[in-house]
């Protein structure tokens, strides 16, 4: 497989290619693994990637992709070969996702505390109070132990000369780490020579120390903890359902919880039981409905009471959708300087929001070269519901549109430049090419400290162009692999196969909800067994009329 693990074409300039320096040789970091799929044999290589999409499969790993009628769910998209960072590019992602993360923690305390951002100038207050995440009954609420943010992840790309951009923060209930453990297992399991042989540094002492963070929080151990996620219909569903067993922790909808007298319960057959820490996958503004948005049906009513009293820990804190407008992205680098004393380590893609008369002009004069779209959109770039538009491909009219908005209502809007991709290697249609990707790198609070999940989730767009990059669009995703210069760590939250399985039953302490549907649906089966009954006793009967007996048979199974 020489001439398939090492592709001929010289990278683009335009575009940064982490296989290939520029003179087309191989990075230093790939070399291994481009060895191990040399001495691969094609019919290896093929075994060994159609073993990883059964795995996929056989795992009910799915990506509910939605149109404007109904959702879809599609097995997970992945392509074994990993994305690889060396160490040295790892020992600068992590320090910057850790200022980052401490970065958006202290936005969020001074956002719903003494705002000392807008009173000092650093940001417009329009890019706090006229935020629609910025949720305003939690002002002046304090979160466990005043952290805000127990999980943070931001997407990072390539710049066309080597260096990393933040593409987009997320602080409120950032999604895609139950993805990149799946990822990782698949991957591991399909290269586990290479995998080891590299000191691929592991993922369980990162998952171990965002649980035991939080558990510590919660009044007592003996309480519940639980993962609230919005349902099967969510597209990350099948994340939830991952991380809820992979962390030891109950998995529970909005109608599973009860508020009470300022602390949360779970609802079981034999009764309620406390609930201290909720690992938080439902938006902010859906999670009570009588502070916030009233026509949610995902979130508990008076849950926000109950934060207030500190009857329960909620990770993260309610209210993280306020860090995340593209908006901020262009006071960013001042909001650092304010909290932290520092320079960003490293920056956001440059953004203009239109809110000043600088910002307008500025705007006006970039808008057919720009991405345009709305200040407070934080959904994925280019994604299906995203207000990103490219500039260049704007009919007249509609840029006509856009400069009378940015003129009218500039506040509402922000410019951002547009910045090719990196590269890196994926397999497809039976041979080696390249892709633009993405890395979503996760950062999660200890009593300690912040720690990095050394890796990712990989996000390989579906054609070239950074529109394909969302999982709505198609994109499909890479594991990502972060080389270590010291031996790594074997710790695993995975039970040991080696042990023999222990039965216990625990059908009481199920969500009440839970073991309502499995009553009905054994009461539903019953029926059905019954009415299959009758239906072959009357068939029988007019056996020997068979087209009587079909068209009895037709009129019974009308109904269904």
């Not at 520029?22 to 290589?45: D, I, K, M, N, V």
Request: aromatic letters at 8%.
């Amino acid at each position: 497989m020489s001439d398939v693990a090492e592709p001929k074409t010289i990278p683009s300039p335009s575009r940064f290619d982490d296989l290939r320096d520029e003179s087309g040789q191989l990075r230093a970091h790939w070399r291994p693994f481009a060895r191990t799929l040399t001495q691969l044999p094609p019919e290896e290589y093929e075994r060994r990637r159609v073993s990883a999409r059964s795995t996929v499969r056989d795992n009910g790993v799915t990506y509910n992709v939605y149109d404007e009628q109904a959702g879809q769910a599609r097995p997970w998209q992945l392509d074994i070969v990993p994305f690889i960072l060396p160490a040295s590019d790892w020992k600068e992602i992590e320090a910057a996702v850790i200022q980052r993360a401490m970065l958006a923690d202290l936005v969020l305390r001074d956002a719903y505390g003494p705002q000392r951002l807008i009173r000092e100038g650093v940001i417009p207050p329009h890019l706090l109070l006229g935020h629609p995440q910025f949720l305003r009954p939690l002002c002046d609420t304090v979160p466990a132990h005043g952290v805000h943010v127990h999980l943070y992840s931001a997407d990072l790309a390539r710049a066309p000369d080597g260096t990393w951009r933040v593409m987009a923060s997320r602080a409120d209930a950032p999604g895609g780490l139950g993805y990149a453990l799946e990822n990782r297992l698949v991957v591991a399991q399909t290269f586990p020579e290479a995998f080891g042989d590299m000191r691929v540094a592991r993922l369980a002492s990162f998952f171990n120390a965002y649980r035991e963070s939080i558990l510590g929080l919660g009044h007592s151990r003996r309480d519940r903890a639980v993962l609230l996620t919005p349902g099967p219909y969510n597209e990350s569903y099948f994340e939830h359902v991952y991380l809820a067993h992979y962390l030891g922790l109950t998995l529970v909808q909005g109608d599973d919880l009860t508020a009470r007298n300022g602390e949360v319960f779970l609802k079981t057959l034999t009764g309620l039981e406390r609930v201290s820490s909720i690992f938080r996958r439902v938006d902010s503004d859906f999670c009570d409905p009588l502070e916030f948005r009233g026509d949610s049906a995902l979130g508990v009513p008076n849950l926000v009471e109950a934060v207030r009293t500190g009857g329960v820990v909620v990770a993260n804190a309610l209210g993280g959708g306020v860090v995340e407008a593209p908006a901020m992205d262009a006071y960013l680098p001042a909001v650092a300087r304010a909290l932290l004393g520092e320079d960003l380590k490293i920056p956001d893609i440059a953004t203009i929001w239109c809110g000043t008369e600088w910002g307008r002009k500025e705007a006006l004069a970039r808008l057919g070269s720009s991405i345009i779209r709305d200040a407070f959109d934080a959904r994925p770039m280019f994604s299906r519901n995203s207000t990103a538009r490219l500039g260049a491909e704007m009919s007249e009219a509609e840029r006509a549109r856009a400069r009378a908005r940015i003129e009218a209502r500039g506040e509402t809007m922000v410019v951002q430049e547009v910045t090719p991709l990196g590269l890196a290697p994926v397999f497809e249609n039976g041979k080696f090419g390249t892709r633009p990707v993405s890395l979503r790198v996760f950062a999660a609070w200890t009593p300690n400290g912040w720690t990095v999940m050394p890796g990712g989730l990989t996000r390989v767009a579906a054609d070239d162009s950074a529109r394909a990059l969302s999982m709505q669009s198609g994109a499909s995703s890479k594991d990502a692999w972060v080389l270590s210069t010291a031996p790594v760590d074997n710790f695993s939250l995975l039970s040991n196969g080696g042990k023999a399985l222990e039965i216990k039953r625990h059908g009481e302490s199920a969500p009440s909800r839970a073991m309502d549907n499995l009553f009905w649906l054994g009461r539903y089966a019953e029926r059905m067994e019954n009415f299959v009954r009758i239906l072959r006793a009357v068939a029988a009967r007019v056996g020997d009329e068979p087209a009587g007996a079909l068209d009895i048979a037709r009129k019974l199974l009308v109904p269904f």
